[in-house]
């Protein structure tokens, strides 16, 4: 069973940029495709980005594009990595890193089957 551990998550002003990580265990981090979601106070959790195992195909909710970026290290560190620019206090919420169930990419979570323990970004005015 793979091990997903994230990190970079933090309290940040409105404006401001962070770059979260998800550390994976195991061999096989480059088979599968990553994505990262996140559950805000009272709210649903939702889908933010998705990655395919190589990389060569990203997707994003609306709300985020243009604005974050997810991207990954398959050769060295069995790393994702989510960096997010010109926070907005909506972004305030629990993320969680999630490793794709095949190679591929979707919005769904119950295509996704292994799940890290979350990391808090809060953004302030």
């Known amino acids: 069973q793979v091990q997903l551990v994230e990190s970079g998550g933090g309290l940040v002003q409105a404006g401001g940029s962070l770059r979260l990580s998800c550390a994976a265990s195991?061999?096989?981090?480059?088979?599968?495709?990553m994505g990262w979601f996140r559950r805000a106070p009272g709210k649903e959790r939702e889908f933010v980005a998705a990655?395919?195992?190589?990389?060569?195909?990203?997707?994003y909710v609306d709300s985020v594009k243009g604005r974050f970026t997810i991207s990954r290290d398959n050769a060295k560190k069995n790393t994702v990595y989510l960096q997010m620019n010109s926070l907005k206090l909506e972004d305030t919420a629990v993320y969680y890193c999630?490793?794709?169930?095949?190679?591929?990419?979707?919005?769904?979570?119950?295509?996704?089957?292994?799940w890290g323990q979350g990391t808090q970004v809060t953004v302030s005015s």
């Open positions: 999630a490793r794709h169930q095949g190679s591929g990419i979707h919005m769904a979570d119950n295509y996704f089957d292994s």
């Open positions: 195991g061999r096989t981090f480059s088979s599968y495709g």
């Open positions: 990655i395919s195992w190589a990389g060569a195909y990203t997707l």
